[in-house]
């Protein structure tokens, strides 16, 4: 069955520079959602859309900014990127914000980002 | 706010040992639970839900009830494996007014040796 697909799996920036990751969520699944997980912690909600529309927002920092498009892939877009920001990033898709699936969300194998 | 809170790690245990991993929960509204396990360099992969009070979910040999009145959803499995060492993290979503974020435990590192 198709996944979640993430790219780049591994991403290596400098301080200040900009980062893009992106994801496909399964198909058929009209909301994406973006969790950062920072080394030996638990995943923390960013943002979220649905049907191309921003449907929550969590502790997502000004400098990042994000956006589904048409074929409801998502990007997540990340400028003067800090140490800080070093960290595992998730994507999950579902279907329909979860309302008729419990809420269950099927997560991308992640992109790790590393800031120099 | 909603939180979830987990038993602290590591857990280390022999291989064919009693599993019990604690998870409890603060939530308004009606959660719906849930234990993800995340492999050694891997993303996080769906264990077990529950929706509703005194549901169980069970998977692989892991099970949780869901108990309302001790705001619990522990994570049990009766024989782990060597193949069982992860982190597993307990999670939440709640309703009415969802828009079906999860909110995550701090993460229990299991392992089990040989």
């Known amino acids: 069955a198709a996944g979640v697909i993430q790219s780049p799996r591994h991403l290596i920036k400098e301080k200040r520079e900009t980062a893009t990751l992106k994801c496909y969520p399964i198909p058929r699944h009209d909301t994406v959602y973006w969790y950062q997980q920072g080394p030996g912690q638990d995943p923390q909600f960013l943002i979220s859309f649905y049907e191309k529309m921003q449907s929550d927002k969590g502790s997502i920092p000004d400098r990042f900014s994000a956006q589904q498009f048409s074929d409801y892939h998502s990007e997540l877009n990340m400028s003067s990127l800090e140490l800080g920001d070093s960290a595992l990033y998730f994507c999950a898709s579902s279907l329909d914000l979860g309302r008729t699936t419990h809420n269950e969300q099927f997560f991308g194998p992640g992109t790790r980002l590393t800031v120099l | ?114």
Not at chain 2, 26 to 52: D, H, I, M, N, R
């Open chain 2, 1 to 114: 706010g909603n939180s979830v809170t987990q038993m602290e790690g590591p857990v280390t245990l022999s291989e064919e040992a009693f599993l019990t991993i604690n998870c409890t929960y603060t939530a308004t509204g009606y959660p719906s639970l849930f234990w993800y396990v995340q492999y050694p360099g891997e993303g996080l992969q769906l264990l077990l839900k529950a929706t509703k009070a005194d549901d169980k979910g069970s998977n692989k040999g892991f099970e949780a009830t869901y108990r309302k009145e001790t705001t619990s959803f522990h994570l049990e499995k009766g024989s782990v494996q060597v193949s069982d060492s992860a982190v597993y993290f307990c999670a939440l979503t709640t309703r009415p007014s969802n828009t079906g974020k999860l909110i995550f435990g701090q993460g229990t590192t299991l392992q089990v040796k040989p």
